[in-house]
């Protein structure tokens, strides 16, 4: 299936959307125009059917991660790509990570000072995704738009409200955290007070590093601690945990935390 599907992709006209079962996703930038030297953002905008979801870097017990590879573009320089943090699936005794509705993944993009006014740049991907409900459908495709160079710093897009949304909801990096091994996994500990929090948990960013359907105990004493069950599935030993945190208070308003702790021996 999938490489029919991948055939077809080869053979698809490029257009800034490419529409699937159930999810259709749209390439879009920031900004209307840029000037030589400018710092835009441009993303994929997936938009899923009610109840289907697409997947997150580590797509859980099962899925398939979303992907959008950038095109290189002579006057584009592509950062990372930006993740907002998933949420969480379960069915079918399986856990996955990801988004329903809508989500916006994106770069931020710098424009080369070199860039002519009055030229036009090709921005492009190309996309794939499996939308899942209680069937899983791949699909993707490329797409593409061309960005107008002008003089001065272009108006914003229609798009530009997705963007700042999509840039709240991207985890923020967190520092002081420390990990350890324990006999069964590894135990988090991060720089926050437990007190205020009604849950917290952590999406590792690589598979079979922690068991995802395993409950995550959360210490609220003193400084927040997770402790985390080893995968079931692991070969080797990680040297660090990375991954994303979302701790959710007393007030229901989530925050999420980028983390990245090396992994100290378990103490004796």
């Known amino acids: 299936m999938m490489a029919l599907l991948f055939l077809a992709l080869a053979f698809q006209a490029p257009s800034p959307t490419v529409s699937g079962d159930h999810c259709t996703a749209t390439l879009v930038t920031d900004v209307q125009s840029a000037a030589p030297g400018q710092e835009i953002r441009v993303g994929v905008r997936f938009n899923m059917d009610p ?8 797509p859980g017990d099962s899925g398939l991660a979303t992907s959008i590879n950038w095109h290189e573009s002579p006057g584009l320089n592509f950062g990372e790509l930006q ?9 079918a005794g399986a ?10 993944l994106y770069s931020k993009v710098r424009v080369s ?3 002519k006014v009055g030229d036009r740049i090709r921005v492009g991907a190309d996309v794939s995704w499996l939308v899942c409900e209680e069937a899983c459908i791949p699909g993707g495709g490329k797409v593409w738009i061309e960005l107008p160079i002008s003089a001065g710093e272009g108006t914003p897009s229609e798009a530009a409200h997705d963007f700042e949304k999509s840039a709240a909801r991207v985890p923020k990096l967190l520092q002081g955290v420390s990990a350890q091994r324990s006999q069964r996994g590894y135990v988090l500990t991060l720089p926050i007070s437990g007190e205020g929090v009604k849950s917290a948990y952590f ?15 959360v210490d609220k004493s003193g400084q927040l601690k997770l402790t985390l069950l080893r995968s079931e599935y692991s070969t080797r030993e990680p040297e660090e945990l990375t991954g994303v945190v979302l701790v959710v208070g007393t007030d229901g308003k ?15």
């Open 51 to 58: 109840k289907w979801h697409i997947y997150w870097i580590n």
């Open 83 to 91: 993740w907002p943090a998933p949420m969480r699936f379960t069915g």
């Open 95 to 104: 856990v996955g990570y990801g988004y329903e509705e809508s989500v916006l």
């Open 113 to 115: 000072d070199e860039a």
């Open 203 to 217: 999406f590792s960013t690589a598979q079979e590093v922690v068991s995802h359907g395993a409950d995550q105990a």
């Open 254 to 268: 989530p925050k999420a935390y980028r983390i990245a702790a090396r992994l100290a021996s378990e103490s004796r």
